[in-house]
């Protein structure tokens, strides 16, 4: 089916190329019309070349490049590529066309740079996150996502895909931070932090751990892992304009929300509870190796913590004395289309018709165990992993990732302010005021 219909949209395409040569520039359309020449008319008409997909090949870190040779080009990184390629190899091969799945250490930026230079791929996988800055550098397509293909998945997916009302990227996986326990060492999960604390300084008082807990802060911070501190509080990042939206006019870093919950942080540094020792080098080592009961992270962490033969459990995150529960930060991973793809017929089809299947939504849940975004395979993998229901349970009121470009200039002045409250070298107040600055005259920089 998906061959019938990609053989009429090359074709369709074809036509349209055929049709723009003796017309208006090709300059100006972002549409899945742009850019469809020699690529398509080669894998219009010479399909019959080599279809199975090599090896993953790694992206230069000094002059990322695509594949010259495919027809369609995938970057991602080391983690999803081998899942990325397995079904990239099958939709070659049923459609007649080669297919490239290259490996990006740093997938966003090395796009970013391959981008300016024309040397970009057609499909990169990542974060709603990335949203408005590609969108706002032209560096990716609209997606046409039929409307009851749409209706078949996860509606914060849906909605994370969307930006100014536009969809740009096909979803695949949710993710959020939960609670990860060691159920040996802490058959009851804490309902609080103060309990958690409590809990993990008895074990350590017992020689049965070295940490109270393992989150991720090291020495620049992490926003992304203290932000539940914040929501607990009532705080967070932006507030939201009245369609919903995150609006970047309203900086909430340095509202008294959030300062209640670095205050949170900084308490919890001086017990011992949060550390900056403790990044993403060794967070998921401590709990492998039983150095703590307690683990704040996502799905990703998993695979590990199996290999390692570890009992756990996956709990909500715990509530905060003074404020509520921590409500994490909901991401999603995505395909994007790039908006100067080579053939951009190819990169649409692959997106909007194969990766929207079960079948390839189950593929994909293999990368990093995140509860697929697609519903009907949600439903199916639910039934064999416990995992992905509790996961589901560890969500509920969290928000999305802030898709705006105006997150590029949070991440690293709110990560800093985190580490430095946590470490004791600065007071909560006085420090995410700063940032609260910082952020905001990074904003009006655009």
């Known amino acids: 089916m998906i061959k019938r219909t990609l053989a009429v949209a090359l074709a369709s395409a074809t036509a349209l190329t055929l049709a723009g040569c003796g017309g208006s520039s090709s300059g100006g359309s972002k549409s899945s019309a742009a850019g469809t020449d020699a690529g398509t008319s080669a894998a219009a008409t010479g399909g019959s070349k080599s ?47 080669k297919v490239a799945v290259q490996i990006a250490n740093d997938v966003r930026g090395q796009y970013e740079t391959a981008f300016k230079a024309g040397q970009a791929p057609d499909v990169i996988v990542g974060a709603n996150d990335w949203t408005g800055e590609l969108v706002a550098n032209g560096a990716i397509a609209p997606v046409q996502l039929p409307a009851n293909v749409a209706s078949g998945f996860n509606k914060q997916a849906i909605a994370a895909t969307k930006f100014n009302n536009q969809t740009y990227a096909v979803p695949y996986g949710v993710e959020n931070l939960a609670l990860v326990r060691n159920t040996e060492l802490a058959p009851t999960a804490p309902k609080t932090m103060d309990e958690l604390v ?57 509202s008294a929300g959030s300062i209640k919950g670095a205050t949170e942080m900084a308490n919890l540094g001086k017990v011992g509870a949060l550390s900056t020792n403790i990044d993403s080098t060794n967070s998921d080592t401590l709990f492998a190796t039983k150095k703590t009961a307690f683990e704040i992270t996502g799905p990703w962490s998993i695979p590990a913590f199996k290999k390692a033969g570890i009992k756990y459990s996956i709990d909500p995150l715990p ?16 395909f994007f289309v790039s908006s100067k793809a080579k053939n951009a017929t190819v990169a649409q089809t692959f997106v909007t018709s194969f990766l929207t299947t079960k079948s390839a939504q189950e593929t994909l849940f293999k990368v990093g165990q995140r509860p697929p975004a697609l519903t009907a395979a949600y439903d199916d993998v639910v039934k064999s992993d416990p995992d992905v229901a509790k996961w589901a349970a560890a969500a509920k009121g969290g928000k999305l990732m802030p898709n705006i470009p105006a997150m590029n200039s949070v991440w690293g002045p709110l990560g800093q302010a985190m580490a430095d409250v946590v470490s004791g070298k600065s007071q909560p107040k006085a420090r995410f005021d700063k940032a609260q600055q910082e952020i905001v005259k990074n904003i009006a920089k655009g």
């Open 51 to 97: 279809t199975a997909a090599a090896a993953p090949t790694e992206v230069s870190t000094k002059n990322p490049s695509r594949d010259k040779n495919a027809d369609l080009v995938i970057w991602a990184d080391a983690t999803s590529a081998p899942y990325v390629r397995q079904l990239a190899t099958q939709f070659g091969k049923a459609n007649g066309i």
């Open 198 to 254: 409590s809990m993990g300084q008895k074990l350590k008082k017992d020689g049965k751990v070295t940490n109270i807990l393992s989150d991720q802060v090291g020495k620049t911070g992490n926003a992304y892992n203290g932000y539940p501190f914040l929501s607990a509080c009532g705080g967070g990042i932006f507030g939201t304009k009245a369609n919903g939206d995150y609006d970047p006019s309203k900086v909430l870093v340095g």
């Open 319 to 334: 509530t905060v004395a003074g404020c509520g529960a921590m409500q994490p930060f909901l991401g999603v991973q995505m």
